[in-house]
């Protein structure tokens, strides 16, 4: 088979094309013959060695894919040769064949594209994990998004609406802005670090942001804390600017607010059953058109540099997926 592959660590230039062959699936794994496979920040990182998870060299990014299994692993009930499903892999999606953890493998809904499927189960199972469990987010509850035009936070516009709270959705430009508009956001502000704390409090009437959903971090992420409300949940996603925030510590105590790490690579993990709850919540609101994913591009497999590299300049509005085959 054909992988796209990191045999030494650094940037999507030094990624490989060329055949590959994985080993069949171990106990608690399904081997999948992949259609579509997700691209998403954390690949960034991982081709790099900077992600909270290292594979040894050579391997293949790539943390989810969307296909159908084509081998099951001793001891794995519940699935067959045959079924069509999404899946996590955390590494190795970048192929045409990929070994996913059967406890993080959902099987689609029969309407469920292949395609649609590949660019929900990181980003929308980040957001309904952030929004559900570790925000309780309410309806009619302001929505802050910082980096909203991206992968988690379209995902984050899409499901903040079904739950009913009020989206203000956060970008630096003019086209992000309208994207998220058009979107279903109620309103967008284009930000800066500067602006920030006194537009959400003008922007919330006064009273605040009840969640912040903060997938970019650096200097934003303080300044948003300050414009938090009183019992606010600030929801630490990831710093897609490249800085991590330091928070002085008396900001919750004086705020009577939180802030909330989200880690859904973890999540997924210890509580497998509570992540297949939400899983299937999301198919059931994607097979019902509640949500679309918005998929700005699809590269062919063989172009995984070229995704990449559109994810480090900050040029995606929605999601990058590949295409393995056609």
């Known amino acids: 088979m054909k992988a796209v592959l990191v045999e030494k660590l650094g940037g999507p230039e030094s990624l490989v094309y060329r055949d590959y062959e994985i080993e069949s699936p171990g106990p608690g794994f399904v081997r999948i013959k992949v259609a579509y496979a997700g691209v998403n920040f954390p690949d960034t990182l991982i081709i790099r060695g900077k992600y909270q998870f290292q ?19 001793p001891g ?16 190795g999606g970048f192929a045409e064949e990929a070994n996913a953890f059967a406890f993080n493998t959902h099987k689609l809904p029969d309407d469920v594209s292949f395609e649609d ?25 302001n929505l802050v998004i910082l980096g909203a035009s991206g992968g988690v ?82 929801l630490v996603i990831g710093f897609a600017s490249g800085g991590v925030p330091a928070i002085p510590w008396n900001l919750p105590l004086l705020k009577s607010a939180s802030i ?23 198919l059931k609101w994607l097979s019902s058109g509640e949500f679309k994913p918005q998929i700005d591009h699809v590269y062919p497999l063989y172009a995984a540099g070229d995704a990449l590299r559109s994810i480090e300049d900050r040029t995606v509005k929605g999601k990058i997926i590949l295409k393995t085959e056609g």
Not at 55 to 73: D, Q, R, T
């Open 260 to 282: 909330t790490g989200v880690f859904w690579g973890n999540f997924f993990r210890k509580f497998p059953e509570e992540n297949r709850n939400n899983i299937q919540q999301l």
């Open 55 to 73: 594979p040894e060299l050579p391997f293949s990014p790539g943390g989810e894919v969307a296909g159908s299994i084509i081998e099951v692993g």
């Open 76 to 91: 794995v009930t519940g699935f067959k040769v045959g079924d069509r499903v999404v899946a996590g892999t955390t590494a």
């Open 117 to 141: 499927a590949s660019a929900i189960l990181l980003t929308h199972g980040t957001v309904i994990h952030a929004l559900r469990d570790r925000a309780q987010l309410s309806p009619e509850e």
């Open 153 to 234: 936070g379209t995902a984050a516009i899409q499901l903040g609406k079904i739950m009913g709270a009020k989206i203000i959705a956060c970008a630096s430009t003019d086209e992000k802005l309208s994207f998220c508009k058009n979107l279903g956001a109620d309103i967008v502000h284009k930000y800066t670090p500067e602006n920030l704390k006194s537009s959400i409090k003008e922007l919330t009437e006064g009273k605040g942001a009840d969640v912040i959903f903060d997938a970019v971090g650096g200097n934003y992420s303080e300044q948003a804390f300050r414009a938090i409300a009183p019992m606010g949940r600030h």
